[in-house]
Nanobody, 120 residues
Framework: QVQLVESGGGLVQPGGSLRLSCAAS????????IGWFRQAPGKEREGVSC????????HYSDSVKGRFTISRDNAKNTVYLEMNSLKPEDTSIYFC?????????????WGQGTQDTVSS
């Protein structure tokens, strides 16, 4: 069965870094667009980053551009989100999703999320 499992979240100080993993099973991430989203309490779900299938074109929201990096490891069937220079406002539950393209309504599969807390 298709499954996405996020890991790597935790507590980090402002200015620190975390590396999130999105491990897929039941399909190959090589042929899907994989997106990262986040949702904080009282806020709407926000698209953070996406990497397209095959050609590996990447996208970032303005709030994380220059700080976060998305990458794909096809051998491990895993997509990563490297988060640097973290700010308290980055605190959120982070989700990964897979779909046909890096567009808002193209995602078919979602993980359950991992908590990232940025606090001193």
């Amino acid at each position: 069965q298709v499954q996405l499992v996020e890991s790597g979240g935790g507590l980090v100080q402002p200015g620190g870094s975390l590396r999130l993993s999105c491990a897929a099973s039941g399909f190959s991430v090589e042929y899907y667009a994989i997106g990262w989203f986040r949702q904080a309490p009282g806020k709407e779900r926000e698209g953070v980053s996406c990497i397209s299938s095959v050609i590996n074109m990447t996208h970032y929201s303005d709030s994380v551009k220059g700080r976060f990096t998305i990458s794909r490891d096809n051998a491990k069937n895993t997509v990563y989100l490297e988060m640097n220079s973290l700010k308290p406002e980055d605190t959120s539950i982070y989700f990964c999703a897979a779909g046909a393209a890096c567009t808002i309504d193209a995602y078919d599969y979602w993980g359950q999320g991992t908590q990232d807390t940025v606090s001193s």
